[in-house]
């Protein structure tokens, strides 16, 4: 290696350009290894000990991993609460919001207003719109339920009843569509006119012409929604710790709205197990980089760039 | 050139890291002397004890009734002597104890700190707080304190931190219900089988949609844990040798009586009714939507605020059985040293400051909490006020439960059991077979 860079010498010039180069971007490289990677390896380090903040890191092996795995049995119900919740929001959400996109890619008067009022709901977030879902899903008098009543039929009680909390929740982040809806609409704006001009002299109906056209030229957006969905979705946190039957019990009725994070959240700052909580912070981590990495990989069998492969 | 640079840097970091590591650990290691730590820090203030000095006191207390409070206390502490000037600073509930663990950990604590009674002793095994031991040979306060309460601050044979407030549930009832409903008013049910009696008689119904709930033990606090305790004598979900006692046969009884209520009402309309609860004037019990309702001491403000025209009493929580005690439950708060203090002899003055007579008083006065100093909640003036009377009554019978330190999340545990059982979804017997399971299996995984 040393001959190679004996082989070629900076010039004065350039090797000032690289100082400086260095001295300008070193904020941010100073930034990331001292507050994103040495926290990280930190974590995976403590994650085999019992670090509880303040009295103890003592190297335990595997034991958190072993614990986790096999004896405790909130891990696996956690885990289940969260990959449930991402295996039905997920798509409904991508779905919900391109549906949408589509409705208001149409030319009538006073669009913009529609496009306003389906954006929206999604401006407002946090815990004030839980309390707020959580008087719509109320099972007797909740807006929700009196609607379902209309058409006879007996709504279910959501939040107390275990098996309906999840579906709520997913119903409630339905509630933000209009995020994902307002890519989906820039994406479907920049479909080029004369492809359907095109296929509508070919003949093409407008279903075909949506999955052979518009379809495909938005599946760079539809990659990208999806990944961030996947990786948002296993963070669900603050529903299941709000949004509980019982203000003592995180998570309650019957731990189905105990989700992943919040399993963790108490581990490490109720019971100080945080060598524990950083072990299932990284477990998370691997299922969270494989889904992703096989969705990179994957994509090239669906995802059309326009403009070449080289994007 | 370019990858030798890179190189170093990512060399560097390791370095650091490893630094980084390195020094954490040794900082944890001193867990064993508390008392040689202590001890060092009382020893040297006897020369400098002429300094001035500013103590940081973080407590939750930042609403308009309790700020001013806390803050004349502090006032008054600071006037009666002139070395030691408390600063008061407000966390918010949420985040002051997570605040407080990242101070701890970065050796930069406050000097006092309210913090929660019940998981003292978890913080002591934790080291997050300071021994108080050496101050007790010198100033010997235990005295003041309420016997159980004392107890909770204990955490292998010493001292952690001083009860400052605690709390008692009671039921408050409604006595023109009673009359109403052909109850005596003046005489509340003694037994819960009484209690069950009385409540079926004070529901009230349009159609078939309930107006009225007399009593139900999933309303307000006093659920099927703490009704599970009262049947069981006051021992709770460990034993006297810290084993778990969960599928105790009382406490299978206190869910059957549970379930007989929610299956008389039906555990929909419970749900349904329980949807139309609202906060101040809007109060189930003071909406007069609920005939008795079990509360802590404080619900007294409440009604004195918004319920004036409630006619109520206030009971003790009745028994199992004729004689079997009236148990109750109680929680509050205490003030500690948080480990790494700068200024724990001045933090410890401080501390028995807002445990003596004169700031108790003040306190129980201002804000009717039952408060942990005996002379203090025994004040004339105060036991003027029927209430606040038989909240000093009701600590003989009110018990604490300090968390377990080798389980103490073991509560998540039991909830999700308890939560199937009272939907029905399983026994009662098998849900709590369950939770003592689990609670074992945690106590294992935590013994190792």
Redesign the interface.
Known sequence: ?ASA?KKRR?GLQERKEARQG?IFVSPW?IGF?VFT??PL??SL?ASFTNY??????DWIGT?NYT?MFF????FWKSLHNTLYYVVFSVPLTTLGSLLLAVMLNQKIPGMKVFRTVFYLPSILSGVALYILWQMLL?????LINVMIGWFGVDGP?WL???VWTKPAIILMKLWSVGGGMLLYLASLQNVPEQLYEASEIDGAGPIRRFWHITVPMITPVLLFELITHLIGGFQIFQEGYVMS??M??PG????SL?FFNLHMF??A????DMGYAMAMAWFLFVVVIVLTVANMLLSKYWVHYEGGDNR | ?K???ALS?SLA?LL??SV??SA??SN?NN?GDDNAAAANDSAQPAEASTKKVTIDFWTFWGSETRRPIIEKIIDDFNKSQDRITVKHTYYPFGDIW?KE?AA??AGNPPDVIVNDINTTA?RA????NTNLTEYLKKDDVKGRFFPQLWDTVIYKDEAYALPFTTDTRMMFYNKDHFKEAGLDPEKFPTTWAELEEAAAKLDKKSGDKYTRIGYSPQYAGFDWGSIAMNFDKGLNFFGPDGKPVINDKAHVDAMNYVLANAKRIGQ?NL???K??FGSKQANPFIAGQVSIWPDATTFYTQLRDYGQNVNYGVAPIPEAEEGSGHYSVGGGFVVEIP?GAKHPDEAWEFMKYLTDKSAQTYWAEKNFDSVANQEAANDPELLKNPVYQAAVDNMKVTKLFPFPVNA??F???I??NR??AI?G?VPPQEALDKAQK?VE?LL??NA?
Request: glycine fraction near 6%.
């Open positions: 290696m860079v900076m260095f490289v290894l990677a040495v390896l930190f380090y509880d903040i303040t009295s103890r890191q034991r614990n004896h405790d049995p909130l109320t099972p007797g008098s909740g009680a107390v009843d275990p039957n019982d003592n019990a309650s009725p019957v731990n105990l108490l581990k700052f109720k019971v100080y | 050139m990858t030798n640079k840097v970091t650091g890291a980084l590591l954490c650990g944890n867990g997570t663990l701890v950990a978890q095994d934790k080291n997050q929909k749900d349904n009714f949807a139309s480990k103490p999340d509560l998540n545990l909830n999700p939560d199937a939907l979804q689990d299996n294992q995984q190792k």
